[in-house]
């Protein structure tokens, strides 16, 4: 393939997270150059082995996984256990990895992949809190220009918040270091709550991810049971958003998101607001254009390649 990606996945599984990383790996079209964990859905020492535990049930022992952040960089940790699972990966029995953790920590993994590819080849996929990322632009300024693109999955402004009325939780559990990550000058993309809400993880959806037979579709297919459950009642519709597996569909497939480069500041001053993404969609401010915010998806295209690529692991 021409233009293979490299990517760096930065994550905290979390089911949605599970499904994007099992995306990533059956498809031709990305290389993923290893897994960094941050403390996010669930603890630290459950989103790293929840991360091996994907790769081995797609086959994948061979990929290197990284811990990194165990908390925010200046709040308390706040988890979703509510809506993951005790384990952050309730649904399918899967079983304790046997591939190791990776002795580097997350940040100094990223900060030298970063220093050694080739500049403007990596691609940074976080899914998760911007945390390892923010450390690792403090630690090591040299990796910005060097960054091919972040493609991450957090905010909401159409759609406000999910966690408090005004803040989506990946900004929420972070907010700091998103300001960081969206001041640092690096070609961003931002897959927010106003796209992954038209993401629904329907019924037949979910069927037909079942029906293909195979154990990674089957155990996504009880992910997915376990986790929609909970945004079915929040939201009252057929299904949940699927959040995380939009960046990854965004690399394979552009052309099923649509969008605006607009401005995207964090609030990390108000309680009220914290962890807020004002999108300047209109471009009312002079404030530098910063991010491209997605705002539209071709839901039924999204899953249509999901299907067809966890049917190849």
Same mark, same amino acid.
């Given at each position: &393939?021409?233009?293979?990606?490299? %990517?760096? %996945?930065?994550?905290?599984?979390?089911?949605?997270?599970?499904?994007? %990383?099992?995306?990533?790996?059956?498809?031709?079209?990305?290389?993923?150059?290893?897994? =960094?964990?941050?403390?996010?859905?669930?603890?630290?020492?459950?989103?790293?082995?929840?991360?091996?535990?994907?790769?081995?049930?797609?086959?994948?022992?061979?990929?290197?996984?990284?811990?990194?952040?165990?908390?925010? !960089?200046?709040?308390?940790?706040?988890?979703?256990?509510?809506?993951?699972? @005790? *384990?952050?990966?309730?649904?399918?029995?899967?079983?304790?990895?046997?591939?190791?953790?990776?002795?580097?920590?997350?940040?100094?993994?990223?900060?030298?992949?970063?220093?050694?590819?080739?500049?403007? =080849?990596?691609?940074?996929?976080?899914?998760?809190?911007?945390?390892?990322?923010?450390?690792?632009?403090?630690?090591?300024?040299?990796?910005?220009?060097?960054?091919?693109? %972040?493609?991450?999955?957090?905010?909401?402004?159409?759609?406000?918040?999910?966690?408090?009325?005004?803040?989506?939780?990946?900004?929420?559990?972070?907010?700091?270091?998103?300001?960081?990550? !969206?001041?640092? #000058?690096?070609?961003?993309? &931002?897959?927010?709550?106003?796209?992954?809400?038209?993401?629904?993880?329907?019924?037949?959806?979910?069927?037909?991810?079942?029906?293909?037979?195979?154990?990674?579709?089957?155990?996504?297919?009880?992910?997915?049971?376990?986790?929609?459950?909970?945004?079915?009642?929040?939201?009252?519709?057929?299904? #949940?958003?699927?959040?995380?597996?939009?960046?990854?569909?965004?690399?394979?497939?552009?052309?099923?998101?649509?969008?605006?480069?607009?401005?995207? *500041?964090?609030?990390?001053?108000? @309680?009220?607001?914290?962890?807020?993404?004002?999108?300047?969609?209109? #471009?009312?401010? *002079?404030?530098?254009?910063?991010?491209?915010?997605?705002?539209?998806?071709?839901?039924?295209?999204?899953?249509? !390649?999901?299907?067809?690529?966890?049917?190849?692991?």
């Amino acid at each position: &393939m021409a233009d293979k990606r490299k %990517i760096i %996945i930065d994550t905290d599984p979390g089911q949605d997270d599970a499904i994007a %990383i099992l995306l990533a790996l059956a498809s031709p079209e990305v290389d993923m150059l290893g897994i =960094t964990a941050v403390a996010g859905n669930v603890p630290l020492r459950l989103t790293e082995k929840n991360a091996r535990k994907i790769c081995e049930l797609a086959g994948r022992p061979d990929i290197k996984v990284y811990a990194g952040a165990i908390r925010p !960089l200046l709040r308390t940790l706040v988890t979703a256990e509510e809506v993951h699972g @005790e *384990s952050g990966l309730n649904g399918p029995q899967l079983p304790e990895p046997t591939m190791p953790l990776q002795a580097r920590h997350a940040v100094d993994f990223i900060i030298e992949t970063l220093l050694e590819e080739e500049a403007g =080849t990596v691609t940074l996929c976080p899914l998760g809190p911007l945390t390892n990322i923010a450390l690792a632009l403090i630690r090591e300024p040299r990796i910005a220009p060097r960054i091919r693109e %972040i493609v991450l999955m957090g905010g909401g402004f159409f759609e406000g918040g999910n966690v408090t009325p005004a803040a989506e939780f990946n900004i929420h559990v972070d907010p700091h270091a998103a300001d960081i990550v !969206l001041r640092a #000058g690096v070609p961003t993309v &931002m897959m927010p709550l106003d796209v992954t809400h038209k993401a629904l993880t329907t019924a037949r959806r979910v069927a037909a991810i079942r029906a293909l037979g195979n154990r990674v579709g089957i155990a996504t297919a009880e992910m997915l049971e376990f986790y929609e459950r909970f945004d079915e009642e929040k939201y009252g519709t057929d299904g #949940g958003p699927l959040h995380d597996p939009c960046v990854i569909a965004y690399l394979i497939k552009p052309d099923l998101f649509r969008g605006r480069h607009c401005n995207v *500041s964090v609030e990390i001053a108000s @309680e009220l607001t914290m962890g807020m993404t004002v999108v300047d969609w209109w #471009g009312v401010t *002079s404030r530098a254009k910063n991010a491209t915010v997605m705002r539209h998806i071709d839901d039924d295209g999204f899953f249509a !390649l999901l299907t067809e690529r966890l049917g190849q692991l």
